[in-house]
């Protein structure tokens, strides 16, 4: 804190003041005419409440003789207060803030030295606390908020913050700050511009705004150049606004003001250039999702910079288009059995790219076989084609910029109607067999007797001929595990009262529960995965032998146990011990309260532990390749429980890799599903480290209502956190964690050691389970790069 009359104006400013005493008080009133303010001698600002929601108000600096009352400084900026709050000059010298309940909201408290004796608006909108000899003890010049007026000076360790909106006048996301010697511009902990060797910002009474070095040398003309001239008729100011530019505005005076059709009257006109540059690709090279937010692009309209939805989309929140947008239609499914793919098309935006990650990259190919690559992969959200090459980007995509010197297209995926899916190809089958029976009944009736006779002894002899061939298969048919218990469908029918209480759906067919009567008033709750064997074709067949087979040579604490099966005819199910607590998904996200910091890396333990079991201790080598917390189940001590192998690849003892199509669940795919290449057990470990970092923050991995945008996909969100040295505020609001952050970033390094993009950088399960253990040290990770663009 300077302790002179010139701290940061001129010595004439300081001696032209209107002396507030000690004990003055001002009050915030709803009725704008009983307002007082604090004004400056000239009148050209004031100071006192300004009313900016329905009863919320800023304490704040204002151009006075505005109409629209441009606020320059604000106390009380992310705590507005109410009607009857007060600001008081106190008798020690302190300048008080309080609510309409007096409870303190903001304070100044004056330096060392003699102390204050008044107060005082001066003409330059600075606003001070000084003694009998004018020295300035604090002074809002030292404590701006979004704003520069001319005659201040922006010096180290300061930060100018922009609001939040233009509406909302709260800290955004965008501020900087001289700091180590650079003037460094930041969106959250990410920096976008940047100037070395700055000791100062200086804004000129003249109307120049300029970097100085320590010896005083002019290092650039931020906005203005020297033979800028605006000190007389004009009010400037100079603003680092919403959208994280810095711009300098003048507005005319009545008095002085030049011609009124080269500087309309009534409106602030902005003085180009701006800092930094007015363009949307100012902010291409800094973290996700960029400033326009998600599934958003951003364009330049008036000099302004403006965040709009492509087709099908709209905004998360009307009122705050930096947040980014949401689709305004269902998902594609990724169920092999749906044609969903024939409910979407490809809407072409012209002049648009998308500078997030590609997940897959095909060169030299047509416009139409891009397009036809999105629409049949149920991971695809959107195509940008240029130069033959087509940039595949899944939900939710990031950094989209709209400029006429863009030659590539984007192709976005949206829902041609309001349907969900066509039927099912079983739907169809059912249909076709009942239509057979038509036809089969219809000439009974309309035949002759002889025919009747004729067609029923064809019908009894292949009949038989089925049912004898069936027999057959069955007593051929060897199933593994002679410990597992052959059910008859009649037997699982029973028990679950006609498949009556649902607990979920599966990735081929629907859970539900029942309850085995073991005899002498015992029985036992069980779990029963019913197949639904009509959209089952050869590969479905596969994947059910794969399943018993995995799961019935497992055992492990970790893993659910399969008791038995049911295989008759065109009936299969599993049938699975009963899990009382549900799934980890419920657990995880459901309404009632946070689950305890401990409890849930239990669970993270146990789950590392199982996998292990799964990758590196099973007889047959099983990758599971849908690790997500609807398929972790808890049983009654809540002790994770890993389920459904329906998509696992059974492994041979001398193989590592194997080759499939996509499989799993958006988010929690590992990058090389995307790519028609060999994939291993570290594709479990890849979703995995989306999981691990789901309990951590007790949050799903895509969540649209969040604060801030960058906060939106957890991944890179923890990424940006653990980068930036801020990895506390993944558990800001968990005192237990809180309590515990040394785990916290040691889980953290661990979950970004295994969403690494090159699979060969990832951890095995055993390795995971030691570091969480604490046997073995956790180095720390590098940020995931881009395995897919290095293919």
């Known amino acids: 804190m300077l302790l002179s009359p010139t701290s940061s104006t001129s010595s004439v400013h300081q001696t032209q003041r209107n002396f507030i005493t000690l004990g003055s008080s001002l009050t915030a009133q709803l009725n704008q005419n009983e307002q007082s303010s604090w004004q400056s ?19 704040a600096i204002w151009f006075n003789k505005i109409p629209q009352k441009t606020i320059v400084w604000s ?16 008798q020690p010298g302190s300048l008080v803030l309080r609510d309409s309940t007096a409870k303190q909201v903001w304070n100044t408290t004056a330096v060392s030295g003699p102390g204050v004796s008044h107060a005082a608006l001066l003409d330059t909108g600075n606003f001070v606390l000084a003694n ?128 009124s059709k080269e500087w309309p009257s009534g409106e602030w006109s902005y003085i180009s250039p701006s800092t930094p540059e007015n363009s949307c690709s100012s902010f291409q090279d800094f973290s996700e999702p960029g400033n326009c937010g998600y599934n958003s692009y951003c364009n330049t309209e008036k000099d302004r910079l403006n965040c709009n939805c492509p087709t099908g989309y709209t905004f998360i929140d009307p009122n705050d288009k930096l947040k980014g947008c949401r689709p305004n239609f269902k998902a594609q499914s990724c169920d092999e059995d749906s044609d969903d793919v024939n409910h979407f098309q490809m809407y072409r935006m012209d002049n648009i790219n998308w500078a997030g990650g590609d997940y897959e990259l095909f060169e030299a190919v047509n416009e139409g076989s891009c397009k036809n690559s999105c629409l049949v992969d149920c991971f695809c959200a959107l195509v940008v084609y240029e130069n033959q090459n087509c940039h595949m980007k899944k939900y939710p995509f990031s950094k989209g910029i709209r400029n006429n010197m863009i030659e590539g297209k984007t192709l976005i995926k949206v829902r041609s109607d309001n349907s969900t899916s066509k039927p099912s190809r079983s739907r169809h089958l059912k249909r076709e067999d009942q239509t057979t029976l038509i036809v089969i009944g219809s000439v009974l009736v309309s035949s002759s007797v002889f025919l009747n006779i004729l067609l029923l002894i064809t019908s009894l002899v292949l009949y038989f001929r089925l049912c004898h061939k069936a027999s057959i298969t069955k007593s051929n048919e060897t199933m593994p595990e002679k410990n597992l218990q052959n059910f008859t469908f009649a037997e699982l029918e029973k028990a679950t009262d006609g498949f009556n209480e649902q607990l979920g759906v599966g990735a081929f067919g629907v859970v539900f529960k029942g309850i085995l009567d073991l005899g002498n008033n015992d029985s036992l709750a069980i779990a029963v995965k019913r197949l639904d064997n009509n959209n089952m074709v050869e590969e479905g067949e596969q994947e059910f032998k794969a399943e018993v087979m995995s799961i019935g040579r497992t055992n492990h604490k970790n893993l659910v146990q399969l008791i038995g099966f049911c295989n008759e005819g065109q009936h299969r199910l599993l049938v699975y011990e009963y899990m009382s607590n549900g799934s980890l998904a419920t657990f995880l996200f459901g309404p009632s309260d946070k689950p305890k910091w401990h409890q849930r890396m239990q669970i993270a333990l146990g789950i590392a532990r199982g996998l292990f079991y799964l990758h590196e201790e099973c007889s047959t080598q099983i990758i599971h390749c849908d690790i997500k917390p609807q398929n972790i189940l808890l049983d009654d001590s809540c002790k994770a429980r890993i389920s459904d192998f329906g998509l696992a690849k059974i492994l041979k003892t001398d193989q590592t890799r194997t080759t499939t199509g996509i499989r799993g669940t958006k988010g929690y795919v590992a990058p090389e599903w995307f790519r028609n290449i060999a994939v291993t057990v570290k594709v479990d470990v890849y979703s995995y480290g989306i999981l691990l970092l789901e309990l951590i923050c007790c949050r799903k991995n895509v969540e649209e209502n969040v604060e801030e945008d960058a906060q939106m996909v957890l991944a890179d969100w923890a990424c940006d956190c653990y980068e930036a040295g801020k990895m ?64």
Request: hydrophobic fraction near 35%; proline fraction near 5%.
């Open 41 to 59: 001698p000239s009148g050209d600002f004031a100071f006192g409440f300004q009313q900016i929601q329905k009863d919320g108000f800023l304490l």
């Open 75 to 90: 106390a009380n900026r992310d705590n507005l207060v109410q009607q009857g709050s007060t600001v008081q000059l106190t």
């Open 132 to 259: 009998q000899s004018l020295f300035n003890l604090w002074e809002s010049f030292d404590e701006p908020t979004d704003t520069l007026l001319p005659a201040q000076i922006f010096g180290q360790s300061i930060e100018l913050a922009a609001r939040y909106s233009e509406s909302n006048y709260s800290r955004g996301k965008y501020y900087f700050k001289v700091d180590d010697g650079d003037l460094v511009f930041y969106y959250g902990s990410w920096p976008y511009w940047k100037e070395n060797d700055v000791f100062q910002v200086t804004f000129n009474p003249s109307g120049s705004i300029y970097l100085e070095s320590q010896n005083g040398t002019v290092l650039k003309w931020l906005t203005t150049s020297s033979n800028s001239n605006f000190s007389k008729g004009f009010y400037q100011r100079a603003i680092l606004e919403y959208d994280g530019i810095f711009r300098h505005y003048i507005y005319p005076k009545d008095e002085d003001g030049p011609d």
């Open 728 to 791: 506390e505020c993944l558990v800001e609001n968990d005192d237990e964690a809180v309590m515990e952050m040394k785990m916290v970033e040691k889980c953290v390094m661990v979950a970004i050691w295994c969403i690494q993009e090159d699979p060969s950088l990832r951890p095995t399960m055993k390795k995971v389970m030691l570091m969480l253990e604490g046997s073995v040290k956790v180095s720390a990770p590098p940020l995931p790069n881009s395995f897919i663009s290095s293919l």
